[in-house]
T-cell receptor
Framework: QKEVEQNSGPLSVPEGAIASLNCTYSDRVSQSFFWYRQYSGKSPELIMSIYSNGDKEDGRFTAQLNKASQYVSLLIRDSQPSDSATYLCAVRGNKLVFGAGTILRVKS | DTEVTQTPKHLVMGMTNKKSLKCEQHMGHRAMYWYKQKAKKPPELMFVYSYEKLSINESVPSRFSPECPNSSLLNLHLHALQPEDSALYLC?????????????FGSGTRLTVV
């Protein structure tokens, strides 16, 4: 079982819709969870971090964490074509481990 | 300064060459990392430095040799690489190695081994 699992996609949503990205992890002792956005040929950019169960909102982004279910999600409201990228879920134990990433395509 | 700076941005090297990748940050971060990313794959951890000491080596071949001369600099020395080592090499830093510290990534060095 992979440490961090994501659906590779692509996930296609129309402009203005909500994009929902999901991630599960295997290490129950993990305490820190991150979402990175990576445009093609560029480096990962941190967009959200979450440490406690529940929701955390930042602008159009909402991260959700459920430690009992070992599940992290990222919601992007009012999706824009500029949101089209690969979204990497990362889980921190003694090191930061990335999922394979979900490709998001926002169509105008 | 909130950036991690990597040089060069692109590097082409032969299998017998010796080259070095450089990474610099002035955020006062005490943990620095090297990651390798192949196309359409997630970044994979190579090395972790904490307070200028190597704390994690993810069984990386000895043709990759990291060095941390001071708290702001991280180098990756390359020697006798193989074509399959061609990838995007990412440097990152964090305040410390504890769990609650997010990483800031540099823009990467795209390495091609010919």
């Amino acid at each position: 079982q992979k440490e961090v699992e994501q659906n590779s996609g692509p996930l296609s949503v129309p402009e203005g819709a909500i994009a929902s990205l999901n991630c599960t992890y295997s290490d129950r002792v993990s305490q820190s969870f991150f979402w990175y956005r990576q445009y093609s040929g560029k480096s990962p950019e941190l967009i959200m971090s979450i440490y406690s169960n529940g929701d955390k909102e930042d602008g159009r982004f909402t991260a959700q964490l459920n430690k009992a279910s070992q599940y992290v999600s990222l919601l992007i409201r009012d999706s824009q074509p500029s949101d089209s990228a690969t979204y990497l879920c990362a889980v921190r134990g003694n090191k930061l481990v990335f999922g394979a990433g979900t490709i998001l395509r926002v169509k105008s | 300064d909130t950036e991690v700076t990597q040089t060069p941005k692109h590097l082409v090297m032969g299998m017998t060459n010796k080259k070095s990748l450089k990474c610099e940050q002035h955020m006062g971060h005490r943990a620095m990392y090297w990651y390798k990313q192949k196309a359409k794959k997630p970044p994979e951890l190579m090395f972790v430095y904490s307070y200028e000491k190597l704390s994690i080596n993810e069984s990386v071949p000895s043709r990759f040799s990291p060095e941390c001369p001071n708290s702001s600099l991280l180098n990756l020395h390359l020697h006798a690489l193989q074509p399959e080592d061609s990838a995007l090499y990412l440097c990152a830093s964090s305040q410390q190695t504890g769990e609650n510290y997010g990483y800031t990534f540099g823009s990467g060095t795209r390495l091609t081994v010919v």
